[in-house]
Each structure stands twice: as structure tokens, then as C-alpha cells.
């Protein structure tokens, strides 16, 4: 991780809270635009172009939001493992939608399809490990 002051420390991981500010300047115009306050995200959660980069419990419910922040953290937790194995690049891209830009959504269904996919990406993995 490099710093203002330009001194680095190597991190395996960084946890920004920030809220519902999307807009600081944590992350490289390469990754998110500075000048707006969303993300598109793939499952509301993961960076389409980094598979390390994740946003979690940020999102419009239409009520609780510790079940979005619980499954988000579960899908992040998928992937770092290495346990859950995303799809193609161009599907990642295609699923991928703002995550404050859009309607609110019931919760409950939301979890249900981010862990359905979590089993799917499972399945991938399992076939990937052993085809090699």
C-alpha cells in the first residue's frame, strides 16, 4: 500500500469504511470515476475488473441492510478464499450494475440469488481443480 507521504507497507488486506461515500479519492481513476458516487459492481459487491477490490453493505434495501453486508461479506470471503470461482470475464461485466443507482430490492431475494451464485461459482471451482 503506498501512502501520501509516498512510504509503502505491504497489506493483505484494507478494510475503507466509508459509508455511502463512494466519491474520496481511495481509489485510482482506473478503478472507480472520482466524480461519481457509485460503483458498478458484479453482485453488488465485486469490481468487474478486480477480483480482490469488493464493496460491502452498500445498497438501496427496501429493508433490512445487515443481511446485504452479511451476504456480501460471504461472497467476498468465497472468492479470497479461492473456494468460489467467477464466471467469464464478459458475464462478470454484463451482471455488473450500479450498486446506489438503482431501485431498492428486497433483501431476503437479493440473498438468496448472491448465494446461489456463491454455489455455482463452488461448482466451478471443483471442476476447475479437477480438470486442472
Known sequence: MR?????????DVVIYATG????????????????????ALFLGTMHPA???LFVVGV????GAF????????????AVLSGRYQPPREPSIRARSRPILGRRAFNPALYGLA??????RGERRARRR???G
Not at 445498497?59 to 427496501?62: A, L, Y
Open 3 to 11: 501512502f501520501a507521504d509516498a512510504s509503502c507497507e505491504p497489506a
Open 20 to 39: 455511502y461515500r463512494l466519491r474520496d479519492p481511495y481509489l485510482s481513476s482506473e478503478w472507480a470515476d472520482p466524480d461519481d458516487d457509485d460503483l
Open 50 to 52: 478486480r477480483h480482490d
Open 59 to 62: 445498497s438501496r434495501p427496501t
Open 66 to 77: 445487515w443481511p446485504i453486508a452479511e451476504v456480501h461479506a460471504q461472497f467476498a470471503a
Open 114 to 119: 448472491v448465494r446461489e451464485e456463491i454455489r
Open 129 to 131: 481443480q479437477r480438470h
